[in-house]
């Protein structure tokens, strides 16, 4: 596993997918378990000493680095099957969360609360900003020292330490995910009550709550605006899980449809979790049905510009922002695309300007004036859904379009390439 991770560091940049755009996709495809939701329930899994089996774990780096991250904590993380994954802690953990592995995923900043709420005690390395913004941690320090918790920057590190984390009211000024994940953990096993105003609904959070609940906790009105959470002394020894499926994931596939003109049905899916998507995709003239657990997309007919403000969920979704502007690169007319919950989430703008797509960005608002066609090149990724979106602008551009950095794409999508081909696309990986 280290090895691995080691060897991946050495030639990670060299790796590079290599797109030409063919036949629209046809066929179809099964979505993976949601990444963000797997990441929180990981960290969420250090706080019992029993063993928890997780069903539906996408098997992406993202979640090896997590589960290298609580293997370094004393905890045993052991495949059972092509996605079903089981952690097994020890009364006798650490608590000290290195930070040559927090520098590969940020949200190893959920150890926090776990780490809190369980040993007292926790030593995160602060995770450095990314490429779509600073990424503060104000409304996660809050949270927690609300809950009693001492924190203290000890040289690029997180440093905390607490007694029985006591129950309390917590508003939080943004309804940060991993803010109310964060502080939702650490709750579950405090003393009395906490009550948490203005948090995150995302469905990755609810399915944490549940994971929680799962585990003994007593926690109730994730979803909504208010999260009320009964502390417990202790969680049981055994949990089986099974995560959610990938909204981000689907949708990615979805706009990859509608952008080839293609017709494919994704499995495995909540509909209700990508509404807002599908709503903008048929505002844009896409065929989308909805089906228990798949929805149908066939991008056919003509397609029309359409505007996009990204925010917190239910509305629509940031991560879903660089898939649709490959896609409005080629609509004729004016969109516009507002992002809300980034500083700096349109670098992929800039690479698909070298495709030929016309697309003016002015702080968070992005013009984009349709063009005939994209011309493919060398590009590079900058995160993960800046490379999804290369993917997807490589499917339709004339020629060949070769995406750079590749490595951020495996972070959060499983086998894409395979996948994608499976659905009549010309791609692979050099
Ligand atoms: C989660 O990040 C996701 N990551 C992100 O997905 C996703 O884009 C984001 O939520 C928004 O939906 C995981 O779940 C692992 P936030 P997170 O805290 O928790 C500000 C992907 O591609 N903020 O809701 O970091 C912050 O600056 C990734 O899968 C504070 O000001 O998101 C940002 O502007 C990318 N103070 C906004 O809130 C804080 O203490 C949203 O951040 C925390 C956040």
Request: glycine share 10%; proline share 4%.
């Amino acid at each position: 596993m280290r090895l691995l991770l080691e060897q991946q560091g050495d030639n990670q940049t060299l790796e590079r997918i290599v797109v030409r755009s063919g036949k629209p996709l046809q066929g179809k495809i099964r979505v993976c378990g949601a990444k963000n939701a797997t990441l929180a329930i990981l960290s969420a899994a250090i706080m019992t000493d029993g063993e928890v089996i997780l069903e539906n774990v996408p098997d992406i780096s993202d979640v090896r680095v997590m589960a290298e991250i609580i293997e370094a904590l004393g905890a045993r993380s052991t495949w059972l099957g092509e996605d079903t994954l089981s952690i097994k802690c020890s009364p006798v953990m650490g608590y000290e969360a290195p930070y040559h592995l927090v520098k590969k995923l940020r949200a190893s900043n959920l150890l926090l609360g776990p780490l809190l709420a369980r040993f007292g005690a926790a030593r995160v390395a602060l995770p450095g900003g990314c490429n779509i913004g600073s990424r503060p941690m104000d409304l996660h320090f809050k949270g927690l020292i609300g809950l009693g918790a001492e924190l203290r920057m000890d040289r690029g590190n997180v440093s905390g330490r607490a007694g029985r984390l006591q129950g309390t009211k917590i508003y939080l000024d943004f309804p940060s995910v991993g803010a109310t994940e964060n502080i939702m953990m650490a709750a579950a096993l405090a003393e009395g009550q906490t009550v948490v105003e203005n948090v995150a609904k995302e469905p990755e959070v609810v399915d944490l709550a549940n994971f929680l609940n799962a585990m003994g906790a007593k926690i109730r009105g994730a979803g909504t605006d208010v999260i009320k959470i009964e502390g417990v002394q202790r969680f049981r020894d055994q949990v089986r899980y099974s995560i959610i499926p990938d909204r981000i994931e689907a949708g990615t596939f979805m706009v990859a449809a509608a952008a080839t003109g293609g017709d494919i049905v994704v499995e495995n899916v909540i509909p209700p979790h990508f509404e807002p998507l599908s709503a903008k995709l048929r505002e844009a003239n896409v065929l989308v049905e909805e089906r228990d657990d798949s929805v149908r997309v066939s991008g056919a007919g003509p397609l029309y510009p359409i505007n996009i403000k990204t925010m917190p969920y239910p509305g629509f979704a940031t991560d879903m922002q660089s898939q649709l502007m490959s896609l409005l690169s080629v609509v004729p007319g004016t969109s516009v695309i507002v992002e809300n919950i980034f500083e700096n989430r349109f670098q992929v703008a800039q690479e698909l300007r070298r495709m030929g797509a016309r697309i003016k960005v002015e702080g968070r608002v992005a013009i984009i004036e349709g063009v005939a066609h994209l011309q493919g090149t060398q590009v590079r990724a900058t995160d993960l859904r800046a490379g999804a979106a290369l993917i997807i602008a490589g499917l339709i551009a004339e020629g060949r379009t070769e995406i750079q950095n590749a490595h951020f794409i495996d972070r959060g999508y499983w086998n894409l390439e395979n996948r994608l081909r499976s659905l009549g696309a010309d791609i692979k990986r050099e």
